[in-house]
């Protein structure tokens, strides 16, 4: 089965665990937010995989790879980075709706 056909826990948890620079390559073209995020937050991802995850449309994985040893470009944020941006809580078993750092405005009621 490819990796990216698994569910999103398999998926976390290799992102979090593997020293694999296979693995990190695939996981890091995962289709889920959070499964890139820990992938720009694992330390043995190596400098390919942190510049491209810096050009990540979704800020909450580019500032990761950003702050990343490995990254060997940069990448300025025209707009102010949110607490949930911002968030250094471990992606397992993390439900941002349900945090009170939660602040996205798509899910907020007028």
Do not use: G
């Not at 826990?9 to 695939?26: G, I, V």
């Amino acid at each position: 089965m490819s990796l990216l056909r698994r569910p999103l826990e398999e998926q976390l948890e290799l992102a979090n665990s593997t020293a694999s620079e296979d693995l990190l390559w695939e996981l890091h073209k995962s289709p889920y937010m959070n499964v890139r995020r820990a992938v720009a937050r694992n330390s043995h991802i190596n400098s390919k995989i942190a510049d491209r995850l810096i050009a990540d449309p979704v800020l909450n994985v580019s500032y990761m790879a950003k702050l990343s040893s490995k990254a060997s470009t940069d990448r300025e944020f025209k707009t102010t980075l949110t607490k949930c941006v911002l968030c250094e809580k471990s992606e397992l078993n993390l439900n941002c709706t349900e945090c009170d750092n939660f602040c996205n405005k798509m899910y907020e009621s007028n």
